[in-house]
């Protein structure tokens, strides 16, 4: 699916339904909706989605998903290209861009770091 023909709300929605920790902060959850819009507007609304679909539960300033076990696996979920990209997170160059595979389309490129930091898987 082309990148402008992409749904922000269903990507960002599905992100949250992937989200490997327990619980998160909102403002970590919204550094990972980030990736996917900057528009504080859709932000709140992929947030608010995720919520009224049931995919997460937001109460006292923490997000929690609702489904265990439903990562993302870097090795069927995540397509590696080489090429001249730019980090779609944190907007450096990159010559090897990582590229997350959602039902709803693809996030990325991002670097080897920011991927990590997108999926949390670090920190």
Same mark, same amino acid.
């Given at each position: 699916?082309?990148? $402008? $023909? +992409?749904?922000?709300?269903?990507?960002? /929605?599905?992100?949250?339904?992937?989200?490997?920790?327990?619980?998160?902060?909102?403002?970590?959850?919204?550094?990972?909706?980030?990736?996917?819009?900057?528009?504080? +507007?859709?932000?709140?609304?992929?947030? *608010?989605?995720? /919520?009224?679909?049931?995919? /997460? *539960? @937001?109460? $006292?300033?923490?997000?929690?998903?609702?489904? +265990?076990?439903?990562?993302?696996?870097?090795?069927? $979920?995540?397509?590696?290209?080489?090429?001249?990209?730019?980090?779609?997170?944190? %907007?450096?160059?990159?010559?090897?861009?990582?590229?997350?595979?959602?039902? %709803?389309?693809?996030?990325?490129?991002?670097?080897?770091?920011?991927?990590?930091?997108?999926?949390? @898987?670090?920190?």
């Amino acid at each position: 699916m082309p990148a $402008d $023909d +992409q749904d922000p709300v269903e990507l960002g /929605v599905e992100l949250l339904a992937h989200l490997e920790h327990a619980e998160l902060s909102v403002a970590d959850a919204i550094d990972r909706i980030e990736t996917v819009t900057t528009n504080p +507007q859709l932000q709140r609304e992929i947030l *608010d989605t995720a /919520v009224m679909r049931g995919v /997460v *539960d @937001r109460e $006292d300033g923490l997000v929690r998903p609702r489904s +265990q076990g439903t990562y993302v696996n870097f090795e069927a $979920d995540v397509i590696v290209r080489e090429g001249s990209f730019s980090c779609a997170r944190c %907007g450096a160059s990159i010559s090897t861009g990582h590229f997350v595979q959602l039902d %709803g389309g693809e996030l990325g490129p991002f670097g080897s770091t920011c991927i990590r930091k997108v999926l949390g @898987r670090e920190n």
